[in-house]
């Protein structure tokens, strides 16, 4: 059995113990040449009153003090031995949402319609999580981080109950601004993290300069999580007065899903794409996409290279250390002047 220590500079001090031995030891020889033949006697304090005593029981060898200090010092000094196995966290998970705003996000192919929906999944899959931290990016024609990343899911919670397209006045699907400001969190955050960008859309960029973002997220091991909102046969996009959205011709506008984009984004990103025209459990695909890539927040057994054992010399020596107070260093009455009075 091989013995490591956590502190071992620490042993140098069980040569205060020793010395503090030796030093008593000479001490009460000392004392007792000074004894012999002396009038002085030994004498101990109880409830009974003064008693005499031996020089051991008065002034005993402070032996079980120097045991006591002995095991103290050992165990700060942190002994190790033996091996076990531990279940340890090893990574820890950043997930940021991309939240699509654009006003076809209103269309009701969907019910209630794809933005509702798609909170819901959202507060599905925030219910499950323990500890990631969660971002919220909004976006349309523009994009802005509207919730830092945070372990705290009230207050991503409130945001979402209040996103709705008028957040942001500029239409379109700027998919580019969105993947550059969700770069711009994950670069701020603990790169060692599983990172994973929810993306949730029902539309198609029409630039491809989103793509240069998108291979810079695979190389800050960003996966992309896509989820397309919308149905294939698509749905009128309602203006909010009881009629339909309309181009400038006057033609009513019919909203489909587009899911190129969104899943070039996921083969970029070693990600996954799904449609979500039907209920989306979020955290199973987050599970698939760590399956599928490197592992994450998985338990994993791993060996420790040695158990602390420091409890094994601590309790004896702070029970060594009562014994010592109770038995070491008894109560001695004070040295007085007894004076006679002279007779008559």
Known sequence: ??????????????????????????????????????????????FGGIKPASRSKVSPPKIFLCIALSLMVVAIARPRWGTEKQVTFERSREVIIAMDLS????????????????????????????????GLIVFAGSAFLQSPMSPDYQILRGFLKDINPS??????????????????????????????LIVISDGESLDSGWEENARKLKEENVQA???????????????????????PEGAVVLSKLEPKTLQK?????????????????????VEETVERGKASLNEREREVAEIERYHYFLAPGLLALLISIYWEFPALPKPRTIKTKAAA
Not at 176 to 196: H, I, N, W, Y
Not at 265 to 285: F, K
Request: hydrophobic content about 40%; charged content about 20%.
């Open 1 to 46: 059995m091989t013995v490591t220590w956590g502190n071992e500079h620490w042993l140098w001090g069980l040569a205060f113990p020793v010395l503090f031995l030796l030093w008593n030891l000479f001490h009460r020889s000392r004392a007792s040449a000074r004894m012999k033949g002396s009038q002085a006697q030994w004498a101990t304090a109880g």
């Open 103 to 134: 006003k076809s996000m209103l269309a009701e192919d969907i019910k209630p319609n794809r933005l509702e929906r798609a909170k819901l999944v959202v507060e599905g899959m925030l219910e499950s999580l323990q500890g990631e931290s969660v």
């Open 167 to 196: 957040y942001i006045p500029q239409g379109g699907t700027d998919f580019e601004q969105m993947l550059s400001t969700a770069l711009d969190s994950f670069e701020q955050s603990d790169g060692m993290a599983d990172r994973f």
């Open 225 to 247: 999580i896509c989820l397309g909102f919308g149905t294939r046969e698509g749905s009128f996009i309602p203006d909010g007065n009881g009629g339909y959205q309309k181009t």
């Open 265 to 285: 984004l996921a083969q970029i990103t070693g990600g996954i794409y799904r449609e979500a025209s039907v209920w989306v459990d979020l955290p199973a695909l």
